[in-house]
């Protein structure tokens, strides 16, 4: 098994980081409606949400320092490359920016964070500017996560079916 990535395809574990961060993210976009399919309150699924959370952004520095383990790394495709780098980078951004904003909501909220059981930050006085700032950036960065999957879906589409340069099994 290729581990490191190579010049014609993603190694095993930047395809293990990939197509976990992307399961999990999209179950995270979908916390409410989840919750409401399993019937869990709405207090168990907030505590998911935090602890699950919390390990993607540890999943998400992981991948950017096994990215800098990967000196083979593979370039986007020749076509529109800067279009791929930029979208790519607008996800980056995203993974990083919408866990760090959900934290200060929790932060301002004063309820603390636990994750899976242990304690990461501690419950203390309610911050409100704080706490609806970054809820409303929390909650405009997810939307904007919707339209990036979306685009980045369709552009894997067009690189299979239309340009037909086996992009996809590049991550597959
Ligand atoms: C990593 C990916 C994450 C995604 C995709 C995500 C997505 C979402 C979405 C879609 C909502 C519902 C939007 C709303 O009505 O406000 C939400 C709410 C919330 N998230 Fe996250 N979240 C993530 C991480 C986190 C983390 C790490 C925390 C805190 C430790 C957090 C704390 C919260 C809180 C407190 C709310 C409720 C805000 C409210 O009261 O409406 N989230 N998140
Ligand atoms: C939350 C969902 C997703 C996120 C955040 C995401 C993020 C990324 C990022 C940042 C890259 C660049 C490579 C890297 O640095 O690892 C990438 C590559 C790729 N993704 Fe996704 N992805 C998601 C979902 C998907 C889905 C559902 C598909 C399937 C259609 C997909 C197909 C691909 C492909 C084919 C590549 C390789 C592109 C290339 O070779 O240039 N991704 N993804």
Excluded: C
């Excluded at 959370?53 to 529109?80: Q, S, Y």
């Excluded at 279009?83 to 920016?97: D, E, I, K, Q, S």
């Excluded at 690189?159 to 037909?164: A, G």
Aim: aromatic residues 8%.
């Amino acid at each position: 098994m290729n581990w490191l990535d190579s010049q014609h395809r993603y190694g095993a574990v930047s395809r293990a980081l990939h197509w976990s961060m992307a399961t999990l993210l999209i179950l995270m976009l979908g916390t409410e409606w989840l919750a409401e399919l399993v019937g869990m309150s709405e207090r168990e699924a907030m505590a998911l949400h935090k602890s699950v959370g919390v390990l993607l952004l540890g999943l998400l520095v992981t991948r950017l320092l096994w990215r800098g383990v990967n000196h083979g790394r593979l370039e986007a495709h020749a076509h529109w490359q800067w279009a791929a780098r930029l979208g790519h980078l607008a996800l980056y951004a995203a993974m990083l920016l919408i866990p760090v904003s959900g934290l200060l909501t929790a932060l301002g909220s004063g309820h603390g964070v636990e994750v899976f059981g242990m304690a990461m930050i501690a419950p203390g006085a309610e911050i409100e500017w704080l706490e609806e700032a970054a809820e409303e950036t929390h909650e405009v960065l997810a939307n904007l996560l919707w339209l990036l999957i979306g685009g980045h879906v369709a552009a894997s589409l067009a690189h299979q079916f239309w340009l037909r340069d086996h992009a996809l099994k590049r991550m597959a």
